[in-house]
């Protein structure tokens, strides 16, 4: 229990982790992105502000001759050239006079340097002095010294750039805490969403461990939506299904199988006890005590072989290959007129090709044929087996009863079919049958002629094992198809199975 919490808290964690990352990065990224750009914008902007005012100052100096007294910030009336460097930049001017002297200080004041003495005393009007970085009362400034020329002295210009500097930190700051709440935020909604999703996990893999511990198939698997994970929960419940059915029929094969051994086994220890005392038997007794002991030595062989072939059921390894089933039909026909003496004929109609297992078809063919043969002992009718395929350019529809397609005209009474009726696929089957001039079999015993060990009333003094119309059931379903066994209209069986047509096995 505590392993499988600490696998579901771990896949819990990893969505949680996984997408509070990619939100983080995303976040990260857009954040980084937005803030860069908006930080280039605005020192981008102050720095072509302070350029344009700067250039502007350069060109008044050079077009007039200018005092230091006419940059005066005591000008009442606001029109002169002072006012045009503050109105549009909010900047901080200092008047110099000749030689560097400070004619009318900045607020806050500014720093002059040897520099700056050099460009008041220049004669020429315009020059330029540059100041990226310069320390201000604790602020810091860009600062320019133009020329007035003629020696007059110079105009300082600075712009302080420490303020946007701060307002470029405070962003950064809320940037920083809106990606951390964006973080928090994506976490608790990949924990909820992996918690979502990991609840049904937990319900199937629950429902695992239970199994694997108890070794119950009959577990329900709960199930709800219809995403991948139901898909997954649908499956695993029909996996179960499929497995708790295959265990019973192993089960029930082997009380079966135990229940048929117990009396071939017992009459053989009955025997065996005799030969004890075989010479005190007459020649007629040996004889008889004898055949006995062949007779009950072959019918459990093949019992033993009857059963290892059931028990195989659909895991037979051999490959599907196309063949013919009239023709496959006409070679048991041969062995078995050898066999029994018996005239048996087969006829064939419609396009009776398929994909099949050749040994495992010929198998159930041939248990009909001696079925048949079997229960009508001493009959002198022909045994017949009927083929019947599709026309070429027929386009019939699925098999829907068992006195349908060759047998429609045939049959006139009561019939049955095991399994499923009909094809599972878009092409008609290949039926084949098996009719017979016995003494039939009953309403009662129709419905239970395929299954494993059932012999009728009438039929337990005769050989056989009671598994041969349950091979044809197994091997009918492993090629898609049905058994069915009905009365025979004047006396007799009908008695076969259908094959899956043209379409093949998977």
Same mark, same amino acid.
């Given at each position: 229990?505590? $392993?499988?919490?600490?696998?579901?808290?771990?896949?819990?964690?990893?969505?949680?982790?996984?997408?509070?990352?990619?939100?983080?990065?995303?976040t990260?990224?857009?954040? *980084?992105?937005?803030?860069? @750009? @908006?930080?280039?914008?605005?020192?981008v902007?102050? %720095?072509?502000? *302070? #350029?344009?005012?700067?250039?502007?100052? =350069? +060109?008044?100096?050079?077009?007039?001759?200018?005092?230091?007294?006419?940059? #005066?910030?005591?000008?009442?009336?606001? /029109?002169g050239?002072?006012?045009d460097?503050?109105?549009?930049?909010?900047?901080?001017?200092?008047?110099?006079?000749? &030689?560097?002297?400070?004619?009318?200080?900045?607020?806050?004041?500014?720093p002059?340097?040897g520099? +700056?003495?050099?460009v008041?005393?220049?004669?020429?009007?315009?020059?330029?002095?540059?100041?990226?970085?310069v320390?201000?009362?604790?602020?810091?400034?860009?600062?320019?010294?133009?020329?007035?020329?003629?020696?007059?002295g110079?105009?300082?210009?600075?712009?302080?750039?420490?303020?946007?500097? /701060?307002?470029?930190?405070?962003?950064?700051?809320?940037?920083?805490?809106?990606?951390? @709440?964006?973080?928090?935020?994506?976490?608790?909604?990949?924990?909820w969403?992996?918690?979502?999703?990991?609840?049904?996990?937990?319900?199937?893999?629950?429902?695992?461990? /239970?199994?694997? $511990?108890t070794?119950?198939?009959?577990? %329900?698997?709960p199930?709800t939506?219809?995403?991948?994970?139901? =898909?997954?929960?649908?499956? *695993?419940?029909?996996?179960?299904?499929?497995?708790?059915?295959?265990e019973?029929?192993?089960? $029930?094969?082997?009380?079966? @199988?135990?229940?048929?051994?117990?009396?071939?086994?017992?009459?053989?220890?009955?025997?065996?006890?005799m030969?004890?005392?075989?010479?005190?038997?007459?020649?007629?007794?040996?004889?008889e005590?004898?055949?006995?002991l062949?007779?009950?030595?072959?019918?459990?062989?093949?019992?033993?072989?009857?059963l290892?072939?059931?028990?195989?059921?659909?895991? +037979?390894?051999?490959?599907?290959?196309?063949?013919?089933?009239?023709?496959?039909a006409?070679d048991?026909?041969?062995?078995?007129?050898?066999?029994?003496?018996?005239?048996?004929?087969?006829?064939?109609?419609?396009?009776?090709?398929?994909?099949? =297992?050749?040994?495992?078809?010929?198998? #159930?063919?041939?248990?009909?044929?001696?079925?048949?043969?079997?229960? /009508?002992r001493?009959?002198?009718?022909?045994?017949?087996?009927?083929?019947?395929g599709p026309?070429p350019?027929?386009?019939?529809?699925?098999?829907?009863?068992?006195?349908?397609?060759?047998?429609?005209?045939?049959s006139?009474?009561?019939?049955?079919?095991?399994?499923?009726?009909?094809?599972?696929?878009?092409?008609?089957?290949?039926?084949?049958?098996?009719?017979?001039?016995?003494?039939?079999?009953?309403?009662?015993d129709?419905?239970?002629v395929? +299954?494993?060990?059932?012999?009728?009333?009438?039929?337990r003094?005769?050989?056989?094992?009671?598994? &041969?119309?349950?091979?044809?059931?197994?091997?009918?379903?492993?090629?898609?198809?049905?058994p069915f066994?009905?009365? $025979?209209?004047?006396?007799?069986?009908?008695?076969?199975?259908?094959?899956?047509?043209? %379409?093949?096995?998977?």
């Amino acid at each position: 229990m505590r $392993r499988r919490l600490r696998q579901v808290s771990s896949l819990r964690a990893t969505f949680t982790v996984s997408f509070a990352a990619v939100a983080a990065a995303v976040t990260v990224l857009v954040g *980084f992105l937005s803030y860069d @750009a @908006a930080a280039r914008l605005v020192r981008v902007d102050q %720095q072509t502000v *302070f #350029a344009e005012v700067v250039q502007d100052l =350069r +060109d008044q100096v050079r077009e007039h001759p200018l005092h230091p007294g006419d940059f #005066a910030s005591s000008d009442l009336d606001h /029109d002169g050239p002072l006012n045009d460097i503050i109105r549009p930049s909010r900047t901080d001017v200092q008047v110099l006079g000749p &030689g560097g002297v400070i004619v009318d200080h900045g607020v806050p004041p500014l720093p002059v340097d040897g520099r +700056d003495r050099a460009v008041a005393g220049a004669a020429e009007a315009g020059g330029l002095m540059e100041h990226k970085d310069v320390d201000v009362t604790g602020d810091r400034y860009r600062l320019a010294t133009v020329s007035l020329g003629g020696g007059r002295g110079a105009v300082q210009v600075a712009q302080q750039f420490s303020d946007t500097e /701060d307002l470029l930190r405070e962003l950064q700051q809320r940037t920083v805490l809106l990606v951390g @709440a964006v973080v928090i935020a994506a976490g608790l909604f990949g924990w909820w969403l992996a918690r979502r999703i990991t609840r049904r996990l937990v319900r199937l893999a629950g429902a695992a461990e /239970d199994v694997a $511990r108890t070794g119950r198939l009959g577990i %329900q698997v709960p199930v709800t939506g219809y995403d991948e994970v139901a =898909r997954l929960g649908r499956s *695993f419940d029909r996996m179960l299904g499929r497995l708790a059915q295959s265990e019973e029929d192993q089960r $029930r094969l082997v009380q079966d @199988a135990g229940h048929e051994l117990r009396t071939p086994l017992t009459s053989l220890r009955t025997n065996i006890s005799m030969l004890r005392r075989i010479d005190e038997l007459p020649p007629d007794a040996r004889e008889e005590l004898v055949a006995d002991l062949a007779l009950e030595s072959r019918e459990l062989t093949d019992l033993v072989n009857e059963l290892v072939a059931l028990a195989a059921g659909r895991s +037979d390894t051999e490959p599907v290959r196309r063949l013919d089933l009239a023709e496959l039909a006409e070679d048991v026909a041969v062995v078995a007129r050898r066999r029994t003496g018996r005239d048996i004929t087969v006829r064939a109609t419609g396009d009776t090709a398929v994909d099949g =297992r050749p040994t495992a078809l010929q198998r #159930a063919v041939s248990n009909l044929v001696e079925n048949a043969s079997k229960f /009508d002992r001493g009959g002198t009718a022909p045994i017949e087996v009927v083929v019947t395929g599709p026309g070429p350019t027929d386009n019939p529809a699925p098999l829907t009863s068992p006195t349908s397609s060759a047998t429609s005209a045939a049959s006139g009474a009561s019939a049955t079919s095991v399994g499923s009726t009909g094809s599972t696929g878009g092409h008609a089957p290949v039926r084949v049958e098996v009719l017979d001039r016995g003494p039939g079999i009953g309403d009662d015993d129709l419905v239970r002629v395929f +299954d494993r060990f059932y012999r009728a009333a009438d039929a337990r003094s005769l050989p056989g094992s009671g598994l &041969g119309l349950s091979i044809v059931r197994e091997i009918s379903a492993a090629h898609g198809g049905t058994p069915f066994a009905h009365p $025979r209209k004047g006396g007799g069986t009908v008695i076969g199975f259908t094959v899956e047509g043209a %379409q093949g096995l998977d």
